[in-house]
């Protein structure tokens, strides 16, 4: 395939938030408390099946229990200032059920009706690492028996202590979603026998609240993993991580009818299928690793944010859509997360998502589970840091219309530079594995072509021959090649921006 790049007369599709790639420190990774099990290097390097479960009854099998994460360690804040400005999402399930206790009272055993405790040290260091990253904190509240005294509408009393706290420590919350995934209700850790309506008359009341004392605090919602509005495909063969399609579950109409308090912006969960861990349960939602460069496989993550942009026309008229949990499979990531397969996923998640509609994506997570940008105890940074990293460098804020469509061998963005120097830069994947792609240059040019070094799923990532790894808490050199005007071959599988 040849594909010739242009310069002249790009077309502006729009201008899209400069934190549009940002991501997740789970409540379970602050509090100490379980998360997905690490995979085993075979499972890792694909030669070892991962043993699948029956039905969601056997979930606590797959986890693990994980300490607090150190957010105070010098690599992981090192790394997490090289991605610049971000947003941070605190959340996830556990912090739907998770008591803060700041005077230290319950001596570390939760309250009736909570199952877990956030120490006012713990919220330190999360404000603490916002304040060091230049980050601004995204959080869901709790929403579980303990928060419904008497089992009546929502008590704010927890929800004021942590954002009374955090702005008198000099931190104020930036943004706020009411609950986690509030669409599987009790399965999320909602009260028992908890409805729509019931969610309701919370949103309502929190952020009505917020609205009110928090006037710089933005809203944002509902938060679902509601699958039903995402139209599948042509044969409907594959879709997305929806669990709401095997457990009980509401629509996003749903839990928004009768909210009176409009929205900031909307937010939704999305992932790209279901990891192997999940895979028996829903069968047609997972993705083999053969098929996760394919054009059907990358199509997703957009094909999802257009069904949902009439949902943030409707609930939150001119506002951003927000993912706030985004990542290649739900239930911990696919064997491959951690791996260079990985990477052609993530950057056609941003640059599709781009020419789509204006907001952020949390990718989930920085560092836990086998889908995070940092190993969880290491902080070795992973093929997916390092590509959203050069994202980060290059990309500028402006989006083109690449007038290239979609096409094996061929997934092709472009954006205006980052450094603010006039031309622009083009991000081309190509997903076949099997043909070169060839890229006629209008002019001199820097390309950072990207590739696994060992095949599609290495643990190391190349940038233009030159292995991506630390070097004790120093980043490798991350420098461009120089090229005339010419061409350029990209190798199967692999991914470059070209900067012009």
């Given at each position: 395939?040849?594909?010739?790049?242009?310069?002249?007369?790009?077309?502006?599709?729009?201008?899209?938030?400069?934190?549009?790639?940002?991501?997740?420190?789970?409540?379970?990774?602050?509090?100490?408390?379980?998360?997905?099990?690490?995979?085993?290097?075979?499972?890792?390097?694909?030669?070892?099946?991962?043993?699948?479960?029956?039905?969601?009854?056997?979930?606590?099998?797959?986890?693990?229990?994980?300490?607090?994460?150190?957010?105070?360690?010098?690599?992981?804040?090192?790394?997490?200032?090289?991605?610049?400005?971000?947003?941070?999402?605190?959340?996830?399930?556990?912090?739907?059920?998770?008591?803060?206790?700041?005077?230290?009272?319950?001596?570390?055993?939760?309250?009736?009706?909570?199952?877990?405790?956030?120490?006012?040290?713990q919220w330190i260091g999360v404000l603490d690492f916002a304040k060091a990253v230049n980050g601004k904190i995204l959080v869901s509240i709790g929403n579980c028996k303990g928060n419904h005294p008497n089992s009546g509408?929502?008590?704010?009393?927890?929800?004021?202590?942590l954002f009374d706290f955090s702005a008198n420590y000099g931190v104020p919350i930036a943004a706020a979603e009411f609950m986690n995934e509030p669409n599987m209700m009790e399965m999320s850790g909602a009260p028992k026998?908890?409805?729509?309506?019931?969610?309701?008359?919370?949103?309502?009341?929190?952020?009505?609240?917020?609205?009110?004392?928090?006037?710089?605090?933005?809203?944002?919602?509902?938060?679902?993993?509601?699958?039903?509005?995402v139209i599948i495909g042509d044969d409907d063969s594959k879709g997305g991580a929806g669990l709401g399609d095997v457990l009980p579950s509401c629509s996003t109409d749903d839990l928004m009818r009768g909210c009176e308090?409009?929205?900031?912006?909307?937010?939704?969960?999305?992932?790209?299928?279901?990891?192997?861990?999940?895979?028996?349960?829903?069968?047609?939602?997972?993705?083999?690793?053969?098929?996760?460069?394919?054009?059907?496989?990358?199509?997703?993550?957009?094909?999802?944010?257009?069904?949902?942009?009439?949902?943030?026309?409707?609930?939150?008229?001119?506002?951003?859509?927000?993912?706030?949990?985004?990542?290649?499979?739900?239930?911990?990531?696919?064997?491959?997360?951690?791996?260079?397969?990985?990477?052609?996923?993530?950057?056609?998640?941003?640059?599709?998502?781009?020419?789509?509609?204006?907001?952020?994506?949390?990718?989930?997570?920085?560092?836990?589970?086998?889908?995070?940008?940092?190993?969880?105890?290491?902080?070795?940074?992973?093929?997916?840091?390092?590509?959203?990293?050069?994202?980060?460098?290059?990309?500028?804020?402006?989006?083109?219309?690449?007038?290239?469509?979609?096409?094996?061998?061929?997934?092709?963005?472009?954006?205006?530079?980052?450094?603010?120097?006039?031309?622009?830069?083009?991000?081309?994947?190509?997903?076949?594995?099997?043909?070169?792609?060839?890229?006629?240059?209008?002019?001199?040019?820097?390309?950072?072509?990207?590739?696994?070094?060992?095949?599609?799923?290495?643990?190391?990532?190349?940038?233009?021959?030159?292995?991506?790894?630390?070097?004790?808490?120093?980043?490798?050199?991350?420098?461009?090649?120089?090229?005339?005007?010419?061409?350029?071959?990209?190798?199967?599988?692999?991914?470059?921006?070209?900067?012009?």
């Amino acid at each position: 395939m040849k594909l010739k790049l242009e310069i002249g007369n790009l077309d502006v599709i729009r201008v899209v938030d400069p934190q549009l790639m940002s991501y997740n420190i789970e409540m379970t990774e602050v509090t100490g408390g379980t998360f997905w099990k690490e995979y085993t290097p075979e499972q890792i390097a694909g030669i070892e099946e991962f043993p699948g479960v029956k039905d969601f009854s056997e979930m606590a099998g797959l986890l693990q229990w994980f300490d607090p994460i150190n957010l105070y360690n010098e690599r992981l804040l090192m790394l997490a200032k090289e991605l610049g400005p971000v947003w941070i999402r605190v959340s996830g399930s556990w912090a739907t059920k998770t008591y803060y206790d700041f005077d230290g009272h319950t001596n570390g055993k939760a309250p009736d009706g909570f199952e877990s405790i956030l120490t006012k040290d713990q919220w330190i260091g999360v404000l603490d690492f916002a304040k060091a990253v230049n980050g601004k904190i995204l959080v869901s509240i709790g929403n579980c028996k303990g928060n419904h005294p008497n089992s009546g509408p929502l008590d704010l009393s927890q929800a004021k202590l942590l954002f009374d706290f955090s702005a008198n420590y000099g931190v104020p919350i930036a943004a706020a979603e009411f609950m986690n995934e509030p669409n599987m209700m009790e399965m999320s850790g909602a009260p028992k026998g908890y409805t729509p309506a019931d969610y309701a008359r919370d949103q309502d009341l929190f952020n009505g609240w917020v609205r009110e004392n928090y006037p710089d605090c933005l809203i944002v919602g509902p938060c679902t993993t509601d699958s039903s509005a995402v139209i599948i495909g042509d044969d409907d063969s594959k879709g997305g991580a929806g669990l709401g399609d095997v457990l009980p579950s509401c629509s996003t109409d749903d839990l928004m009818r009768g909210c009176e308090v409009k929205l900031d912006a909307f937010s939704y969960h999305y992932y790209n299928g279901v990891s192997e861990r999940i895979a028996s349960v829903m069968p047609s939602a997972h993705w083999d690793a053969s098929e996760a460069t394919s054009t059907a496989y990358l199509a997703m993550a957009g094909r999802c944010a257009r069904a949902f942009v009439p949902f943030r026309d409707k609930y939150a008229p001119g506002g951003q859509i927000w993912v706030t949990e985004s990542a290649d499979a739900g239930g911990g990531g696919d064997t491959w997360a951690s791996t260079y397969l990985d990477v052609p996923r993530t950057l056609n998640e941003l640059g599709d998502f781009a020419t789509i509609t204006d907001g952020v994506i949390f990718h989930n997570t920085l560092a836990s589970s086998d889908y995070g940008f940092l190993h969880h105890n290491t902080f070795e940074p992973r093929p997916n840091y390092f590509a959203v990293l050069l994202w980060q460098r290059l990309m500028g804020t402006t989006v083109y219309d690449s007038k290239i469509p979609a096409q094996e061998g061929a997934h092709v963005y472009c954006h205006s530079r980052r450094d603010g120097k006039e031309g622009c830069v083009y991000l081309v994947i190509n997903n076949s594995l099997s043909e070169s792609t060839t890229i006629e240059l209008p002019k001199e040019a820097t390309c950072y072509t990207l590739a696994g070094r060992d095949g599609m799923r290495s643990k190391v990532m190349t940038l233009n021959g030159n292995d991506l790894v630390l070097e004790e808490n120093k980043l490798p050199c991350m420098d461009g090649l120089s090229l005339d005007v010419g061409t350029l071959e990209i190798a199967p599988g692999n991914c470059a921006f070209i900067v012009l």
